[in-house]
């Protein structure tokens, strides 16, 4: 076994549950219980992950990325809605984000692909077929619509790419054609009006601030009010005097930042606000489960890694 990934993994997890005990704990214990059974859930893939052999998920490229195709499909036509976007899919007091899963699905077939092609890397077809195959599942969350997630597939992508080893020069390339493919997106009403406000916000948000600047000012003064060592575990006040948003979600780093006095993120106006989570730190079941699946995946590699050069 990796210990040490074995060992980051409890430290965020239960990091992560002390960080959402401190956001939450006037409302109850709730929510710290169900992530806690999301959590159990999570394990269980992880296990799943770790005893698959990873070239099995090869053989079931083809079955994951159509069932993911489906799942987007099926979320576009029937999924629940929610903050003005429909990404969900409830089953009675259940809620799943396919986007999640989309993520996953994404970097085990793109790895199948990149590896079965890895003769033809250095040729410009395989940034078109590798395009091909991120269009269908970027198009549909982009859809939904999940700005956030479609950048996060778009980064996949490139990430794959990259450590695939496609040349610098092609990978520019790609980046500057996908800049000119947002800019005319802009002037065209592709990006829509209250995601233009989010990105001029990210720019300069005390244009904004008491709109789309709001979350950005709020959660900066509440990580700069904890300092260097914070204000120590359940003592934050910015969150429970209401002065930041969804901070058991989205904004759950304001928590550690105010109470633990660290930095980084989205919350620090680093990168615009689009909806994503913290892995391990933010409430949901879906981002949870898949991150556990995929360091599960991780320590299957590494341990037959071991085995094999044992062996040998």
């Given at each position: 076994?990796?210990?040490?990934?074995?060992?980051?993994?409890?430290?965020?997890?239960?990091?992560?549950?002390?960080?959402?005990?401190?956001?939450?704990?006037?409302?109850?214990?709730?929510?710290?219980?169900?992530?806690?059974?999301?959590?159990?859930?999570?394990?269980?893939?992880?296990?799943?992950?770790?005893?698959?052999?990873?070239?099995?998920?090869?053989?079931?490229?083809?079955?994951?990325?159509?069932?993911?195709?489906?799942?987007?499909?099926?979320?576009?036509?029937?999924?629940?809605?929610?903050?003005?976007?429909?990404?969900?899919?409830?089953?009675?007091?259940?809620?799943?984000?396919?986007?999640?899963?989309?993520?996953?699905?994404?970097?085990?077939?793109?790895?199948?692909?990149?590896?079965?092609?890895?003769?033809?890397?250095?040729?410009?077809?395989?940034?078109?077929?590798?395009?091909?195959?991120?269009?269908?599942?970027?198009v549909l969350v982009f859809l939904q619509p999940?700005?956030?997630?479609?950048?996060?597939?778009?980064?996949?992508?490139?990430?794959?790419?990259?450590?695939?080893?496609?040349?610098?020069?092609?990978?520019?390339?790609?980046?500057?054609?996908?800049?000119?493919?947002?800019?005319?997106?802009?002037?065209?009403?592709?990006?829509?009006?209250?995601?233009?406000?989010?990105?001029?916000?990210?720019?300069?948000?005390?244009?904004?601030?008491?709109?789309?600047?709001?979350?950005?000012?709020?959660?900066?003064?509440?990580?700069?009010?904890?300092?260097?060592?914070?204000?120590?575990?359940?003592?934050?006040?910015?969150?429970?005097?209401?002065?930041?948003?969804?901070?058991?979600?989205?904004?759950?780093?304001?928590?550690?930042g105010e109470e633990g006095g660290f930095v980084?993120?989205?919350?620090?106006?680093?990168?615009?606000?689009?909806?994503?989570?913290?892995?391990?730190?933010?409430?949901?079941?879906?981002?949870?489960?898949?991150?556990?699946?995929?360091?599960?995946?991780?320590?299957?590699?590494?341990?037959?890694?071991?085995?094999?050069?044992?062996?040998?």
């Amino acid at each position: 076994m990796d210990w040490w990934l074995l060992g980051a993994l409890i430290c965020l997890q239960l990091f992560g549950l002390l960080a959402l005990a401190s956001a939450t704990f006037q409302t109850g214990w709730s929510k710290v219980l169900r992530q806690g059974l999301w959590m159990l859930v999570g394990w269980g893939a992880f296990l799943f992950a770790l005893r698959t052999d990873p070239q099995q998920w090869a053989r079931w490229a083809g079955w994951i990325y159509w069932a993911n195709i489906l799942l987007l499909l099926v979320v576009l036509v029937v999924g629940h809605e929610q903050y003005g976007a429909q990404r969900w899919l409830r089953f009675g007091s259940i809620t799943l984000q396919p986007s999640e899963f989309a993520k996953a699905a994404l970097i085990l077939t793109l790895a199948t692909l990149l590896t079965e092609q890895r003769e033809q890397l250095r040729e410009g077809n395989i940034l078109w077929r590798s395009a091909g195959h991120l269009a269908l599942p970027f198009v549909l969350v982009f859809l939904q619509p999940d700005l956030g997630t479609s950048l996060v597939l778009m980064g996949i992508w490139l990430g794959s790419l990259f450590f695939a080893g496609v040349s610098l020069r092609r990978l520019m390339a790609v980046i500057v054609a996908g800049l000119c493919l947002f800019v005319f997106g802009w002037h065209k009403g592709v990006i829509k009006d209250y995601q233009k406000q989010r990105l001029l916000a990210f720019v300069d948000p005390y244009s904004r601030a008491n709109r789309e600047g709001y979350h950005i000012i709020q959660s900066q003064l509440a990580i700069g009010s904890g300092g260097l060592w914070g204000k120590g575990l359940f003592k934050g006040r910015m969150g429970k005097l209401g002065f930041v948003p969804a901070q058991h979600t989205d904004f759950i780093f304001t928590v550690v930042g105010e109470e633990g006095g660290f930095v980084v993120g989205v919350t620090l106006r680093l990168m615009p606000i689009t909806g994503l989570p913290l892995p391990f730190f933010s409430a949901g079941g879906s981002n949870l489960v898949v991150a556990y699946f995929l360091l599960g995946i991780a320590q299957s590699i590494a341990v037959r890694q071991r085995r094999w050069m044992f062996a040998g």
